[in-house]
């Protein structure tokens, strides 16, 4: 029942530095996307994936890399790493035609 | 563009009261879908209850229901006999119908449930 699975939960960055965010789901669902959470607001999507070999941008893109090898996999990279970049972040995953869409627990990234 | 708005930032409601959380959104599409989140304190994202816009029920979970009103862009969800751990802030989303992954979120309602 692992569903959708975020690495790391918590980190800590230094302003510039580079990291990425691991997601991996175990359902063999096509859709994937990433979306970030700041204070006071909803979700907004980053990017997200319609299948192996395919990303396209969201609505807060910037800085902001993906890549989608496999099925299961969808990384987020951030390529230097700013203050307002600080946020909550989710992936997310759902199966052709399905429409529930799984969240995985968040990953809390502060940059500083 | 869509937008979804929720104008209530907070509510409170007595336990095994029936509370209603207000959204509403606007789209010049006529096939989407409307859901409703709950996320805790531990933040994890939990589907709540969803709606096609085609269907004109509303629909029904258990303690959750909708109050749909497709022309007047509103989807309030209505949570009865309310328990402690209904507390969560509660998001409505909007997605288009046909493959876009975009979800749009509306800011949330704060919903604290006193005992």
């Known amino acids: 029942n692992a569903g959708v699975t975020q690495t790391p939960k918590f980190q800590v960055l230094k302003t510039g530095q580079s990291m990425t965010l691991q997601c991996a789901q175990d359902m063999n669902h096509e859709y994937m996307s990433w979306y970030r959470q700041d204070p006071g607001m909803g979700l907004r999507l980053i990017h997200y994936?319609?299948?192996?070999?395919?990303?396209d941008q969201g609505e807060v893109p910037n800085g902001y890399n993906v890549s989608r090898s496999t099925t299961e996999d969808f990384p987020l990279r951030l390529l230097s790493a700013a203050p307002s970049q600080t946020s909550v972040y989710f992936c997310?995953?759902?199966?052709?035609?399905?429409?529930?869409?799984?969240f995985g627990e968040g990953s809390w990234l502060t940059v500083v | 563009a869509q937008t979804v708005t929720q104008s209530q930032p907070e509510m409170s409601v007595q336990e095994a009261e029936t509370v209603t959380l207000s959204c509403t959104y606007d789209t010049s599409e006529n096939n989407y879908y409307l859901f409703w989140y709950k996320q805790p304190p531990s933040r994890q994202m939990i589907l709540v209850i969803r709606q096609e816009a085609y269907k004109q029920q509303n629909a029904t979970e258990n303690r959750f229901s909708v109050n749909f009103q497709k022309a007047a862009k509103s989807f309030s969800l209505k949570i009865s006999d309310s328990q402690l751990g209904d507390t969560a802030m509660y998001f409505c989303a909007f997605q288009t119908q046909g493959g876009s992954e975009k979800l749009v979120f509306g800011k949330g309602t704060k919903l604290t449930v006193n005992p």
């Open positions: 997310a995953s759902r199966g052709y035609r399905v429409l529930t869409i799984y």
């Open positions: 994936s319609v299948g192996a070999g395919i990303t």
